[in-house]
């Protein structure tokens, strides 16, 4: 049995990352290392800092990892792509020229005998009410095609230095660490969903850039992936256990 990948927040193409280069070939490289185990691999949202599809024209760069997500489908691997809240702009370029499969809302999905409830994790009972109004405007649809009025150049430099400035209000960019059952707004809302469905086993999340694996009771688990920035995460399912693993350089197992 193959196996199932889960990755998420690589943010490719940062301002506020140095070394974007070497960023996009270490995954890349990951991606190259699996790619005769895997059955599946779901990206959980902001692979990309910022992406913005124009009528003709997606934005440059990327090239490794598109090509590499190209030649995983060909060879008919599922690549399951999460819009997150810095690549929520994507309107049928990545599937017709990447074959990735598009998700813009939480999907629950039966793996192996096994419920996975997937999402990238912003809007998900987070309490910032900043935050969640910003979200309904990129959301909108009218909101988007207005920015689709600007050229392409003035709207993917919008776009970046925005997300920059996102990234940077952090300390020294990173998310803050894990701070509590009580104050995790993904620990939460995933406690108060499972009340309904309480058949969930895995509720798998990006967004918060911390690696974190927690029982939320005798049978479920919640894990959020951490990041393709600093930790180079991912989990795997091997089709009755998952783990939380992180890619180092020169591994010889990797799930």
Request: with cysteine; proline share 2%.
């Amino acid at each position: 049995m193959k196996n199932i990948y889960f990755l998420s927040d690589a943010h490719l193409g940062s301002l506020a990352v140095e070394h974007k280069r070497t960023q996009e070939r270490r995954l890349v490289r990951f991606l190259d290392s699996i790619k005769d185990k895997a059955e599946a691999i779901y990206l959980l949202g902001d692979m990309f800092d910022f992406w913005d599809e124009y009528r003709y024209v997606v934005p440059k760069g990327f090239t490794r990892f598109l090509g590499k997500i190209s030649e995983l489908t060909d060879s008919g691997i599922e690549v399951h792509f999460f819009i997150g809240n810095h690549d929520i702009w994507t309107y049928g370029y990545l599937e017709e020229e990447c074959g990735v499969i598009i998700h813009r809302k939480p999907v629950t999905i039966e793996l192996h005998d096994k419920v996975f409830y997937l999402a990238h994790g912003d809007g998900l009972g987070d309490p910032d009410v900043k935050f969640r109004l910003l979200r309904s405007v990129f959301h909108n649809r009218f909101c988007q095609r207005l920015l689709n009025f600007f050229h392409p150049w003035y709207g993917v430099q919008l776009g970046l230095k925005w997300a920059k400035h996102s990234r940077m209000k952090r300390i020294n960019g990173k998310e803050a660490s894990f701070l509590g059952e009580e104050k995790e707004f993904l620990v939460r809302y995933s406690k108060e969903y499972i009340e309904q469905y309480p058949d969930i086993d895995y509720f798998i999340y990006g967004h918060r850039h911390i690696m974190l694996d927690l029982k939320l009771n005798h049978n479920a688990r919640m894990l959020i992936l951490g990041d393709w920035i600093w930790q180079f995460s991912y989990a795997v399912f091997d089709g009755e256990h998952l783990f939380l693993e992180q890619y180092v350089e020169g591994d010889t197992y990797l799930g």
